[in-house]
């Protein structure tokens, strides 16, 4: 036999080629890779990393809502954009690394709750865990004697405790009644556990209720003038954005018109004279070609429901009913212009496209004011209130070729004047066009006629159709719900033993223990202690010494009784 010194042997290390490492495998990869992703850790950093990633949707215009801020973004920025681009930070929310971590923390959310929800409905059917050989030990703890003579054992005192704690909704396992030792085990608060499930379930409701509306819904926008009416077909709309899993046959054939809108503007604040503080839609709409006609508001933050979809008031201004006529006296344009305001006076800005003017084709730019002031000093006209107490048109004019006819899309809010001719204008001999209500004016080289026959107004519709957005309020109802449920309900599980004293009295101990912190605990301590009292005893007024509660209970027939706890 080999005798190696104890330095020898602590002199030897192994080599580093005698350790061997173990092999994981391609399926112990996956297994070691599944674990990663599916706990809790992962998934609150994946649910951060998500609302980190939806951050770029609120600093750069996105291409389902804003195409034409997206193309001036990338004009204006001819180096950064296109690499922006490329990162799709214009469609961050249908981009595959945004889906990439929508469709991970799914995954995650899955892994986590479905076997924490296996393991707690075995533990809700399990018995409570087996009574403590000591019970001193425990965060909490009481003894309570029973009398000689009271008729109550060791067996119906175990029993008698586990009503008590049934009655505070416990769940009880009486055991060992045929021993000189019996004990009953409770626990409680298993809602704790199940709320926090519920909350991660219904999170992922949400998740999934969000992703069914992206896929089967759809949003458009329409601008509606008073007087026209909007019907809930696809050329109906100025803008649509369709889901993935979008029908055209889903759009309900319903019609709104707009009646009337009516614009409160504050006129009695002198910081806020002449803010817009209420907008009312009248509308008339129509769930189909033959259904009666009814009559609805439309308010800011007040949608209409009709046919599926949700009817946005999002915005309004003013549309000046225009009449252009060619140098052959014919119509080529007559009925309403969208402007687009610029400030709190509605300022707007107009574009006139009249492809059908001839012999050449016209082209109008300019502004309109609500209320037009001009300032003596400078000579300039400026916009000074919101509503139309002096409406005007301010215009220049322009004639060749609009660039309709070549199958490009143009913008209908913008006036490419590279390739017209300018034929009036401040600046030039002719002037600029300038009309009130019920004014004309005829164009240089007898190019027609413009006239300025009165305003309506105009309000900006957005449609939603959502159809995962009742199963988001239920989902967020229910998280929230089980986010309280779980941040003030606790679990606690009480063991209560009892046994007979050889002088005939009958001993019962109790303990409290709960599963993370719980600064009721000693409450609940107490008041087990009070019901156990209360079954056995007859309590008096409990004094007060040094700040604390200390329980007193009047002996019957003369026997002595003694109280002690933990805290005691």
């Known amino acids: 036999m080999r005798n190696d010194s104890v330095q020898d042997v602590q002199s030897k290390k192994p080599a580093k080629d005698d350790i061997a490492l173990p092999r994981l495998g391609f399926l112990g990869m996956l297994r070691w890779a599944w674990r990663q992703l599916t706990s ?49 930070l214009f469609d961050v929310y249908s981009s595959p690394w945004f889906a990439a971590i929508y469709l991970l923390l799914f995954t995650s959310l899955v892994g986590c709750v479905l076997p924490r929800a296996k393991i707690h409905w075995k533990a809700m059917r399990s018995a409570p865990p087996r009574t403590p050989k000591r019970l001193s030990r425990l965060a909490e703890y009481g003894t309570v004697e029973i009398p000689a003579g009271s008729g109550v054992d060791a067996a119906q005192a175990v029993k008698d405790a586990a009503a008590v704690l049934k009655a505070r909704r416990y769940r009880v396992d009486v055991r060992d009644l045929d021993t000189d030792r019996p004990s009953v085990g409770a626990e409680i608060g298993f809602l ?8 991660h379930i219904s999170i992922l409701g949400v998740l999934a209720s969000v992703a069914y509306s992206g896929l089967a819904g759809y949003s458009g926008q329409r601008i509606v003038v008073e007087g026209e009416t909007f019907v809930n077909t696809l050329v109906g ?35 806020h ?51 252009v006529k060619d140098s052959k006296g014919n119509i080529a344009f007559q009925g309403p212009v969208v402007t687009i305001p610029t400030d709190g006076a509605y300022t707007s800005l107009m574009v006139i496209k009249v492809p059908d003017a001839k012999p050449n084709q016209l082209g109008f730019v300019g502004f309109f004011l609500p209320t037009a002031l001009l300032d003596k000093t400078t000579g300039v006209t400026y916009g000074s209130d919101p509503d139309p107490i002096n409406p005007q048109l301010n215009l220049n004019a322009y004639t ?63 449609i939603r159709h959502d159809p995962g957005q009742n199963f988001v309020l239920i989902f967020a109802v229910l998280a929230l719900a089980g986010l309280m449920a779980s941040l003030f309900m606790n679990r606690r599980r009480v063991w209560i033993r009892t046994g007979n004293h050889p002088d005939g009295r009958t001993m019962v101990e109790f303990g409290l223990l709960a599963r993370g912190e719980d600064h009721r605990l000693a409450g609940e301590s107490a008041a087990i202690d009070k019901a156990l009292h209360a079954k056995w005893l007859v309590p008096v007024d409990t004094p007060v010494q040094d700040g604390k509660q200390t329980p007193t209970i009047q002996p019957d027939a003369g026997q002595r009784v003694t109280v002690s706890s933990k805290d005691q």
């Open 40 to 88: 809790m850790r992962t998934a609150l950093f994946l649910l951060l990393l998500l609302a980190v990633a939806a951050v770029p949707g609120s600093l750069f215009p996105q291409r389902p809502s804003n195409p034409s801020n997206v193309t001036q973004y990338l004009a204006d920025h001819p180096t950064s954009g296109p690499i922006l681009d490329w990162f799709k």
């Open 192 to 199: 704790k556990e199940v709320g926090n499930l519920v909350f």
């Open 237 to 271: 709309y100025d803008t649509f954005t369709p889901g993935a899993y979008f029908n055209s046959d889903r759009l309900s054939p319903y019609s709104v018109q707009l009646d009337k809108l009516a614009v409160t503007y504050d006129r009695e604040s002198p910081g």
């Open 273 to 323: 004279y002449g803010q817009p503080i209420d907008f009312t839609a009248s509308l008339t709409t129509k769930s189909g070609p033959d259904a009666p006609a009814k009559k609805q508001v439309l308010k800011v933050n007040d949608p209409v429901a009709l046919g599926g979809t949700n009817i946005y008031l999002v915005g309004n201004g003013y549309a000046p009913v225009v009449t």
């Open 400 to 462: 060749g070729d609009l660039g309709l006819d070549n199958g490009i899309p143009r913008n209908v809010y913008t006036l490419d004047t590279s390739k017209l001719k300018q034929i009036n204008g401040r600046d030039m001999k002719a002037g600029g066009i300038v009309l009130a209500p019920g004014q004309s004016y005829s164009l240089p080289e007898h190019n027609g006629t413009i006239s300025f026959d009165g305003i309506k107004r105009y309000a900006a519709l957005d």
